[in-house]
């Protein structure tokens, strides 16, 4: 057996679904998948329930992070039609501001293009204001962090024009970072045959044009993110599916398959799934060591999976590169299947004023 060394991965885009949801996940289920998945780091989105949009809900969702996490977090909070002011007071406190300025998930949804600027123009520079844009939105944004000279990330970019455009933006001076998820990576409408309603994710799963272009502008991705959007499976074959694919397992091996297949190096997998989140997140050094072995194969499945949700969009699919063990700070977290970690040990990563 081949050992290979990687660092602690980062995750900079999962949904937890603790407080609120607890049936779908919960900070331990979703930080456990999250070590099986060699991911010792994850960022958790504020569409809980409540969702985190103040000093009150952030409160609650922390307490939450800190005896569920198994692993090393920070919570964002989420962009309101009026939290602009409020939410900024509160941003050493958080993983960053998120704002859904597309149809999603919850009820975060923006409604105006004043209430984008009220945000743009509240949150300091870091830590990131990330954006769900996808289209026209994505231009507008782009436009409005030019204006105001701030940074901005892109979540989940998933088509063609998405990702020419952000490499224009860049051409242009504009501070733009973004991430892609795994499963615009490995997946297009074409499995929408196979996966039927549980196909359902925003954005949506693209044509298999979109796909190959996400591809060959890799040099214009900084981060693979899971978007870990964990539904049960009733509610996924449910007359109104709930859109969100879980992820956090199934990310690292489709990677290491891919530097396996030569589309991807291993130097530009660890940047996107390790240095990069944490520059661009200023995120603490970390020692936390996960080993793979990159030539074992074996077969995707739920079962075996540590995730609450008993479904995932990559099953039956043959991978090659597994984790075999992961350590933080000299402690060995997980190994062959096992996860180790107990409830709490997880460390928040930035100010608590608990
Ligand atoms: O597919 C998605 N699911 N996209 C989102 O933006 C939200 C997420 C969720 O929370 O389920
Ligand atoms: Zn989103
Ligand atoms: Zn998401």
Redesign the pocket.
């Given at each position: 057996m081949t050992t290979l060394r990687l660092p602690g991965l980062v995750d900079v885009h999962v949904?937890t679904r603790d407080p609120g949801q607890t049936h779908k996940e919960t900070w331990a289920s979703a930080t456990a998948a999250a070590l099986a998945g060699g991911f010792t780091t994850v960022l958790a989105?504020p569409?809980t329930r409540p969702a985190v949009t103040d000093a009150t809900t952030l409160a609650t969702a922390l307490e939450a992070a800190r005896t569920g996490a198994r692993c090393d977090y920070a919570l964002y909070l989420g962009g309101t039609a009026t939290n602009g002011t409020a939410a900024a007071a509160l941003a050493p406190r958080t993983a960053g501001m998120k704002l859904y300025l597309n149809h999603?998930?919850?009820d975060l949804r923006l409604p105006d293009l004043d209430t984008w600027w009220a945000h743009l123009a509240a949150w300091p520079a870091a830590p990131p204001l990330v954006v769900?844009a996808e289209g026209p939105a994505l231009a507008a944004v782009l436009l409005m962090a030019e204006w105001l000279d701030r940074p901005i990330h892109i979540c989940h970019v998933s088509r063609a024009d998405e990702i020419r455009l952000i490499a224009r933006a860049r051409h242009r001076g504009i501070a733009v970072t973004c991430e892609v998820a795994p499963h615009h990576l490995f997946l297009d409408e074409t499995a929408l045959a196979r996966l039927g309603r549980r196909g359902e994710?925003?954005p949506v799963l693209a044509d298999p044009s979109d796909r190959a272009a996400l591809w060959e502008h890799l040099d214009v991705i900084d981060c693979f993110a899971t978007?870990h959007?964990p539904?049960t499976s009733a509610e996924k074959d449910g007359d109104d599916p709930?859109?969100?694919f879980p992820g956090l397992e199934t990310a690292l091996p489709l990677l290491l398959t891919a530097v396996h297949d030569g589309s991807l190096t291993l130097e530009g997998l660890v940047g996107r799934l390790s240095t990069n989140p944490r520059r661009i997140f200023g995120l603490p050094k970390s020692d936390a060591v996960v080993e793979v072995d990159p030539d074992e194969e074996w077969t995707i499945a739920a079962a075996d999976l540590q995730t609450a949700c008993d479904w995932t969009p990559f099953e039956g699919r043959v991978v090659r590169g597994r984790v075999h063990r992961v350590e933080v700070r000299g402690t060995t977290v997980y190994a062959d299947g096992k996860v180790l970690a107990m409830t709490g040990s997880g460390n928040h990563l930035r100010e608590d004023h608990t």
């Open positions: 949904h989105m569409n999603t998930f919850g769900h994710v925003r978007d959007a539904h709930p859109p969100g």
